[in-house]
């Protein structure tokens, strides 16, 4: 019974143009969303999150976006660049963990 | 400043063994969480651990993992008598607060992956 779902195992966006990955989830207690960055060998390293109670954050590039009546929330990345290759994870927490998707492979096309 | 050291990077055992999975958290960091992650997966909870307590095991199999963090010294994760299904890379990550909230997320190490043969 997967929570957290991420429903395109890849994706693949021009150098330059926007980037969304989107992301899924059942639970309506968790209270904070997260996404991460993994590249291949290394740890998932933390990218952006959101609470609960916002509908949007925005850090460079890079913006979460909240849609609590849908519990759908996404990722935009815009430009893309070629080192924004790497899987993306989405997670929730809520009490003591976290829950993480099955990730997304975003392929940058030069 | 380190990060969440894990070692070793990569450790192989013949069935039957045991395994011993080392995780240092980030400085000033007192909340540490273990996730495996199977290949094409993405990575599942297994503990979390505060010093010298387990507060949440509810994603570690019942029989041959165990998980400490003691006062002094790293955590462990420990497999016993492992199968050829409990190869995976295994992840660690700390965290200043409960869960990794918001601003203060939890910081992952770059794993271990075990191979069984």
């Known amino acids: 019974d997967q929570q957290v779902k991420q429903n395109s195992p890849s994706l693949s966006v021009q150098e330059g143009r926007i980037s969304i990955l989107n992301c899924d989830y059942t639970n309506s207690m968790f209270d904070y969303f997260l996404w991460y960055k993994k590249y291949p060998a290394e740890g998932p390293t933390f990218l952006i999150s959101i609470s609960s109670i916002k509908d949007k954050n925005e850090d460079g590039r890079f913006t979460v976006f909240l849609n609590k009546s849908a519990k759908h929330l996404s990722l935009h990345i815009v430009p893309s660049q070629p080192g924004d290759s790497a899987v993306y994870f989405c997670?929730?927490?809520?009490?003591?963990?976290?829950?993480f998707g099955k990730g997304t492979r975003l392929h940058i096309l030069p | 400043n380190a990060g969440v050291m894990q070692n070793p990077r990569h450790l192989v055992r013949r069935r039957g063994q045991e395994a011993r999975l080392r995780c240092s958290p980030m400085?000033?960091?007192?909340?540490v969480y273990w996730y495996r992650q199977l290949p094409e997966e993405g990575l599942k909870f297994m503990v979390y651990?505060?010093?010298?307590?387990?507060?949440?095991e509810s994603g570690m199999p019942k029989e041959r993992f165990s998980a400490e963090f003691p006062k002094e010294g790293p955590s462990i994760l420990r497999i016993q008598q492992v199968v050829r299904g409990d190869s995976a890379a295994y992840f660690c990550a700390s965290s200043v607060n409960r869960a990794g909230r918001g601003n203060q997320p939890q910081h992952f190490g770059d794993g271990t992956r075990l191979s069984i043969l």
């Open positions: 997670a929730a927490s809520s009490d003591d963990k976290i829950i």
């Open positions: 400085k000033g960091h007192s909340h």
């Open positions: 651990l505060q010093k010298e307590n387990i507060i949440d």
